[in-house]
């Protein structure tokens, strides 16, 4: 293999310092993964004037509110976040299998 080939190969991100799916969360109503700037908000229709009016995530999918679990951050898993983890590089949130650190 080649230079040129070796540069092609290469992700378009790899280098950078943090390739993970930040935020990334799931409906558990109907399997639908985004993140919170993916869904939509309204404010909590439950008129409470001693608290401040919340803003609940709406899934896009199915309307569900406010029925989501935070995912794993490693790219393509789906398996719920478990594990907090400070690295180098920054706060992870993965699940036990993807937790950061020795083996
Ligand atoms: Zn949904
Ligand atoms: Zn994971």
């Known amino acids: 293999m080649d230079e040129m080939d070796r540069m092609l190969m290469r992700a378009p991100d790899a280098g950078a310092a943090m390739n993970i799916e930040k935020d990334k969360m799931k409906c558990t109503e109907c399997g639908w993964i985004g993140t919170p700037a993916m869904t939509d908000k309204v404010p909590d229709p439950r008129p409470l004037a001693k608290f401040a009016r919340d803003i609940w995530h709406i899934c896009p999918a199915c309307r569900t509110p406010e029925n989501f679990r935070s995912l794993c951050d490693e790219p393509g898993c789906e398996i719920e976040m478990s594990c907090?983890?400070?690295?180098?590089?920054?706060?992870?949130?993965?699940?036990?299998?993807?937790?950061?650190?020795?083996?």
């Open 84 to 103: 907090g983890t400070l690295t180098p590089d920054g706060y992870r949130n993965t699940c036990h299998r993807h937790a950061p650190g020795p083996k």
